[in-house]
């Protein structure tokens, strides 16, 4: 593929970088990235998707834009306050840049949607807020193959890892969805909002450097931090052989929602 | 007063044959080195010349022995005796040959080397006046003498990572450093039972540190099994590979205190259940003789003023210490004779060395003070001055030690002079310790003064000699302090600050305890104030005294600095190049004068030319030598890549050349001096995967030629990243750039992505820049 002068201009932070260059941004632009979710951590991973000229990106949200979004949800405005989040993000990623087809899907995650949807990308970008949909998203992948970034944040922490195929699965690490009521959820406890901006941006990153082939995913490893302490760690877990989705023997064979969303946000 | 081990004449012997071997050339000097250095043998500064390190377990030694240490320095040629801050005494200024000759007369009167130097248990410490000092918990110096016998008779003593030093104090002041040494006692007393309350891991140095408590409480018995397990827990755990973090507090920083503690009490556990830990307490009878003297009387306030500052009652009633001062520490050989032949009428044990340099005598019946007094007098030892001026103390500093930066004892007159020039009250100031040091190693043991400084070098146009000052050391088994980092000097005005400091604390003294507590109050705040009335430097042009270092008729360089006796030197002369290297680029940052820029980056050729040149043992000792001996040793040897020799040569044959087009390259040629080291291993030796050189394919010819004038920088760049990405390797770009920023720019970035750059070319205003893609 040919770059427009506007192109070299636009990408031309990217095409200097040496382990980007030329080549990686044509595969930026060739990519296509789903996120999962048009909130506190969907919105900065979509904004900088659309910056760095992923080709394709995918949302998928539910909901409408609440106030008490904006003080995290930054790719959300006052005045788009009951209005879908996917058609709220989808204008802030078009007017960021034009190279970006945007897809939206204004429905919720579930077991009869989420392959045919997943089929279409290459990535997955994981910004819910439930433990549900996150085992869902991980099973699906788990299941077809698909690399997707898992993300949680709640108070002042968040963490992250990288799944791809072969590697450490989230449920390798967390066999099953917590019992309800035992992990808050930020509606009840909060969440510091420049935290969401944090770890969608690590999470954006992974994507990028899937789409690339650059660097060190975060694979087979917990990133773990700390705002009020200012303190990244990082744990490494290796494959769990009892993985009931990607172990020896799974019991996991096909996809089931485990719960109903605790948490609206 | 030790027990020489049995072994040690045979040592001596394998020695004298390793000398004879090494200078006929049958083995390397870097092993003759390592067996030297251990036999506490160094070479000095001038190459050449050796010192010998006698120990003195607890700074003890008899009047006859220093008589006749004395005899045989002159013996071999030395004038020079030195009393060392670990309570040793060097014989210094002689050659290699002879050093065995003084091994072996050293060996007849009771006196060993062995452990000077190297990776050894290092002489041990004790508080100057234990067994005198009317304050003491007891005396600790018979255990000093005990755990000495035993470690030194034992083979691993002397096969450690790195130096391993220990000291015992007599009171809870911990006036041997116990908490500042990597094995510390301090005398308790429990129910009636002597013992010590341990430290453990404290050290000077770079990154020091402060000893945590290992025990609260061991009986005196157990003090040879308390020090074998911490030896045995450093030679297990200690880092031989990298001497820079080798010494046993880095077993502290990388394991953490409580691993450490529970690896120290396995092995502790292990040795107590083995059995056989018993240690002897020599049973030490010091003689103390009236000697066959008529009493003289002195009368006269000098005698009175004198007796004021430099003698000290006992706990031993009608018998007193006594100070006798060596500035620098430096004995005479014949001053040494005479004193040790007079004080041999008063018995065995009257002769201590200090910590601060200095000889403390001891047990002197108090109607022989006159006949001391004026036998001092006239050998023409100085007993006049304030005790200040002589108990500040320095290490040897450039004078002789290869890794001196400045000349510490130069600073240290300079400082003496303007001292008793002053009008201060001197001797309401004899408490303080001031240290100098003339490098960032410890040898002048600032960290633990009141006021102390350490040798660095300070930049702007060109080098001055310089120092870093910290201040605020603590002294006690509760809560040691290390004196903390307060501001910087030149060497030039290093005793004009000093005087303005005192004067300000002796304002102020009647508000504090001491120094150090003056410190931790508003002092820190008077030096920062202080130090900012001195931080202009003028100008070489203006005044020239500020490159001239203390006592030197040369400007201040650092031309004779070379490889360390003790190798971790070496590691920090690397990293004044490093550091060099760093500061060059960060000053680049801040400014958008070419000129400096381009000085700067000269600085930055130079550091990374020079960097490296002491692991091969070069000491070049001009410019155009230094950068041969880099294009000849590193870039010719492909331990660096051949593309940057351009740059190296053009940079010798003319310093002055505009080196902003370069810049790049510059970046990166320092980039790969400082990989290379940081892939250098034990034993100095580089992973040899420097690029091979480049060849221009001949078959390769010009596919493409780009003009990217008028396009500004990175856009330049980005295109021609564009046009590059098309072709297939080897083949041929030419692109032209706008002179300025893009061809000071474009080029070495082209490069970093590992294209070749073939030439560059000037053609009118503007540049032909030929790339072969990689």
Same mark, same amino acid.
């Given at each position: ?10 990408? /031309? ?74 058609? /709220? ?28 949807? +997943? ?24 299941? /077809? ?10 108070? +002042? ?71 009020? /302490? ?36 | 007063? !030790? ?36 036999? #506490? ?18 700074? !003890? ?54 452990? #000077? ?25 018979? !255990? ?18 790195? &130096?391993? &030093? ?63 397990? =911490? &030896? ?8 031989? &590979? ?15 205190? #409580? ?50 500052? !430099? ?150 146009? %060109? ?7 910290? =201040? ?88 004779? %600095? ?66 041969? =001996? ?60 420097? =690029? ?38 080897? @083949? ?28 560059? @070319? ?13």
């Amino acid at each position: 593929m040919n770059f427009t002068d506007i192109q070299i201009e636009r990408y /031309s932070r990217h095409i200097i970088l040496k382990d980007v260059g030329v080549e990686g941004q044509i595969k930026l632009l060739e990519g296509k990235v789903l996120v999962v979710g048009a909130g506190g951590l969907g919105s900065p991973a979509a904004l900088y998707l659309a910056a760095a000229g992923v080709g394709t990106i995918g949302i998928i949200d539910n909901d409408v834009v609440d106030i008490t979004n904006l003080q995290r949800q930054i790719i959300h405005t006052t005045p788009d306050i009951n209005r879908p989040k996917v058609i /709220s993000a989808k204008e802030k990623i078009e007017k960021i840049n034009p190279d970006v087809k945007v897809k939206t899907y204004h429905e919720l995650l579930t077991t009869d949607n989420i392959n045919d949807i +997943f089929s279409e990308y290459d990535f997955i970008l994981d910004g819910t807020d439930n433990f549900p949909t996150k085992f869902l998203i991980n099973d699906a992948c788990v299941l /077809s193959g698909k690399s997707f970034s898992h993300g949680g944040i709640i108070k +002042f922490d968040g963490q992250t890892m990288t799944y791809t195929p072969g590697n450490t699965c989230y449920r390798c690490v967390f066999n099953s969805p917590p019992p309800k009521g035992l992990v808050p959820s930020c509606s009840q406890a909060g969440v510091l909002g420049s935290v969401a901006g944090i770890l969608g941006t690590i999470q954006a990153t992974e994507a990028l450097k899937y789409l690339t082939g650059i660097g060190e995913l975060l694979t087979n490893r917990f990133l773990i931090f700390n705002a009020l /302490s200012m303190s990244f760690r990082s744990v490494h877990f290796n494959r769990n052989e009892n993985c009931p989705v990607c172990g020896i023997n799974p019991t996991i064979t096909e996809l089931k929602l485990e719960e109903m969303p605790v948490c609206d946000l | 007063m !030790y027990s020489l081990p049995d072994n040690l004449t045979e040592e001596i012997e394998n020695y004298e044959a390793l000398i004879s071997d090494f200078l006929d050339k049958k083995i390397e000097p870097a092993k003759f080195k390592a067996t030297r250095v251990p036999m #506490g043998i160094y070479e000095q500064r001038k190459d050449g010349t050796f010192m010998v390190r006698v120990r003195c377990a607890g700074g !003890y030694i008899s009047p006859s022995q220093l008589e006749q240490v004395a005899s045989i320095a002159k013996k071999y040629g030395s004038e020079l005796l030195h009393i060392t801050t670990r309570q040793e005494i060097q014989i210094q200024n002689i050659t290699l040959q002879r050093t065995v000759n003084i091994l072996k007369d050293l060996y007849q009167i009771g006196l060993a080397s062995r452990g #000077g130097g190297g990776n050894t248990v290092r002489n041990i410490m004790a508080s100057v006046d234990s067994g005198i000092d009317p304050n003491e918990t007891f005396d600790v110096f018979p !255990y000093t003498v005990a755990l000495t016998n035993k470690l030194i008779a034992e083979a691993d003593s002397w096969t450690l990572p790195r &130096k391993f &030093k220990i000291a015992f104090s007599n009171t809870e002041e911990d006036t041997a450093y116990s908490t500042f040494n990597d094995l510390g006692f301090i005398a308790k007393e429990k129910d009636g039972v002597k013992g010590f309350k341990v430290f453990i891991g404290g050290s000077l140095g770079l990154k020091p540190m402060v000893s945590p408590v290992l025990f609260e409480f061991i009986p005196s018995g157990e003090i040879g099994l308390v020090a074998d397990a =911490a &030896k045995k827990l450093f030679s297990r755990y200690g880092n031989r &590979k990298n001497k820079h973090k080798a010494r046993l507090r880095y077993v502290f920083y990388k394991l953490g205190k #409580g691993n450490v503690f529970n690896l120290y009490q396995q092995i502790y556990n292990e040795l107590k259940n083995a059995g056989n830990n018993q240690i002897i307490i020599p049973d030490i009878k010091s003689t103390t003789n009236l000697p066959d003297l008529k009493p003289q009387d002195v009368i006269g306030s000098e005698f009175d003023l004198w007796r004021k500052r !430099y003698v000290k009652t006992q706990k031993q009633d009608g018998f007193y210490s006594i100070i006798v001062p060596f500035i620098f520490g430096n004995v005479p050989a014949d001053i040494a004779h005479s004193l040790g032949e007079y004080l041999r009428q008063f018995g065995n044990d009257v002769i201590r060395f200090s910590m601060r340099q200095n000889i403390h005598l001891r047990n002197i019946p108090e109607q022989y003070l006159g006949n001391i007094y004026n036998f001092l007098l006239k050998t023409g030892i100085n007993t006049g001055e304030p005790l200040l001026l002589n108990t500040m103390a320095s290490c040897t500093g450039a004078d002789t030690c290869r890794l001196g930066i400045c000349l510490s004892r130069g600073a240290l007159n300079g400082l003496r002079k303007e001292l008793a020039k002053s009008k201060l009250a001197l001797d309401e100031l004899g408490d303080i310790k001031i240290n100098i040091s003339g490098c960032p190693n410890s040898c002048g043991q600032q960290a633990s003064a009141d006021l102390g400084f350490y040798g660095i070098v300070g930049r702007n146009d %060109r080098m001055y000699p310089a120092y870093e000052i910290v =201040a605020g050391a603590v002294q006690s088994e509760y809560n040691a302090k290390l004196a903390e980092q307060v501001g910087k000097i030149s060497a030039r005005d290093l005793p004009e600050f000093t005087v303005k400091l005192l004067e300000k604390y002796l304002s102020k003294k009647i508000n504090y305890k001491n120094f150090s507590s003056y410190i931790a109050s508003e002092g820190k705040k008077n030096i920062t104030d202080l130090c900012s009335k001195f931080n202009n430097i003028p100008d070489f042009e203006e005044d020239k005294n500020y490159y001239f270092d203390w006592g030197s008729e040369n400007i201040f360089s650092l031309v004779g %600095r070379g490889l360390g006796e003790c190798s971790a030197g070496l590691f920090d002369l690397i990293d004044l190049d490093m550091n060099s290297i760093i500061n060059n680029k960060e000053k680049i940052l801040q400014t958008s004068d070419r000129a400096a820029i381009n000085e700067y980056l000269y600085a930055i050729i130079y550091s990374s030319s020079r960097m490296l040149l002491i692991t091969k043992g070069i000491e070049p000792k001009n410019d155009q030598e230094l950068f041969d =001996a880099f294009i000849n040793n590193f870039i010719d040897e492909g331990l660096i890549n051949q593309e940057y020799k351009y740059l190296v040569k053009k940079t010798k044959q003319n310093p002055n050349d505009n080196l902003i087009p370069d810049k790049d390259n510059i970046y990166l040629l320092s980039d790969a001096v400082i990989e290379l080291y940081e892939n250098m291993d034990d034993s100095l030796h580089f992973k040899t995967e420097a =690029a091979k050189p480049v060849t221009v394919d001949k078959k390769a010819e010009v596919v493409k030629i780009k003009d990217f004038r008028g396009i500004k920088c990175p856009l330049n760049f980005v295109k021609t990243k564009i046009e590059l990405s098309a072709l297939k390797s080897g @083949d041929l770009l030419e692109i032209l750039l706008d002179d300025g920023e893009p061809i000071e720019n474009v080029p070495g970035s082209v490069k970093s992505e590992g294209h070749n750059i073939i030439k560059q @070319d000037r053609i009118d205003n503007y540049w032909s820049v030929l790339i072969q893609k990689n």
